[in-house]
């Protein structure tokens, strides 16, 4: 099989969550795309909670899993790991595997990355508010598996929107600057073994995620890509930044800290011109619609303060591919 896209799922510690994301990047369950066009990198980092024997056999032939033993509490060294496995031109990125996706993701980015050199980019969402919220876990837990259930999302993908929420990363949606994307794409040629940041060795790496995201997006000439009407969805499972406990907040402030220790004058949102692409079913229009309400906002509060709407663009001299020429 000679892959166009390798995506690279890292897990831990979240079988039954983990499953379901693994269900959705099939070609069963995703449209229009054949499993000969790309394959899937399972790492996952060992822990007393693996997925099963049992179901790792069920995987298609397109899916490759490698169960490490990790030492330390960062993804990281997994993500490199992984990149030495791809063999596609492009790379697919789901640093968090309890991340669900909707039926499109693959065709379009597949078809997204064969247009441009681009990160493509999936919005991010909660499954639940009351997943959003944290709380007593194993209730959270089990809501959202009902939920999963009563939606029928494995032949309705995009039943996923019915009780969905933005994720923080890009709450106010597609036409204000992204903090991150859980489920991205990019060409190979684009990361290095400095992208991958094994510094960034917190627990679940910290901010690593969003480090990388920033780094690919300003890297490239050409604008991020944002499949608008697509969704990647964040079941909980009582993970080390949303699980809501006295440690959380302490430890997302440090999160923080380091991250912008990286970044001169601390890090921000990828503030480029973003280009969309793909379809928009009925189920994400009210998303789509919140989207546009926020960025006229936006746009206008911005406008007001004769500040750039697209500041990064202008700091490296490009809009959506086109050098910008300075006044």
Not at 64 to 90: D, F, M, Q, W
Not at 268 to 279: D, Y
Request: glycine share 8%.
């Amino acid at each position: 099989m000679s892959a166009s896209l390798s995506l690279i799922v890292i897990l831990h510690n979240m079988p039954e969550q983990a499953w379901n994301s693994l269900l959705s990047l099939t070609a069963d369950y995703q449209k229009g795309v054949s499993s000969t066009e790309y394959e899937v990198i399972v790492v996952e980092n060992s822990s007393g909670n693996n997925i099963p024997p049992h179901r790792i056999k069920q995987l298609p032939e397109n899916f490759k899993y490698v169960l490490r033993e990790e030492p330390g509490v960062s993804p990281a060294p997994a993500i490199k790991h992984a990149l030495t496995l791809c063999r596609g031109e492009n790379i697919g990125l789901l640093i968090d595997g309890a991340y669900v996706l909707t039926p499109g993701v693959l065709t379009y980015a597949l078809q997204a990355l064969r247009l441009y050199k681009a990160v493509v980019a999936v919005p991010g969402y909660y499954l639940s508010q009351q997943g959003k919220d944290g709380g007593i876990g194993s209730s959270i837990v089990e809501y959202e598996q009902n939920l999963l259930r009563s939606i029928h999302w494995k032949t309705q993908g995009y039943s996923l929107f019915r009780e969905a929420t933005f994720n923080p990363g890009n709450r106010n949606g597609q036409f204000h600057p992204f903090m991150e994307s859980n489920a991205f794409f990019f060409p190979k040629a684009a990361i290095n073994e400095r992208t991958v940041d094994e510094s960034f060795a917190l627990p679940g790496g910290g901010s690593l995620n969003l480090h990388i995201f920033r780094q690919l997006c300003l890297s490239l000439e050409t604008a991020p890509v944002i499949l608008m009407g697509e969704g990647c969805f964040h079941q909980y499972h009582g993970g080390v930044s949303t699980s809501n406990n006295s440690e959380r907040d302490e430890r997302v402030k440090t999160f923080k800290q380091q991250l912008d220790a990286y970044w001169p004058g601390g890090f921000k949102a990828v503030t480029r011109e973003p280009l969309f692409f793909g379809h928009i079913s009925q189920e994400a229009l009210p998303f789509v619609q919140h989207s546009i309400e926020a960025g006229e906002r936006r746009f206008s509060r911005l406008k007001s303060s004769a500040k750039p709407v697209w500041e990064d663009d202008r700091s490296i001299g490009v809009s959506n591919g086109e050098t910008i020429e300075e006044p």
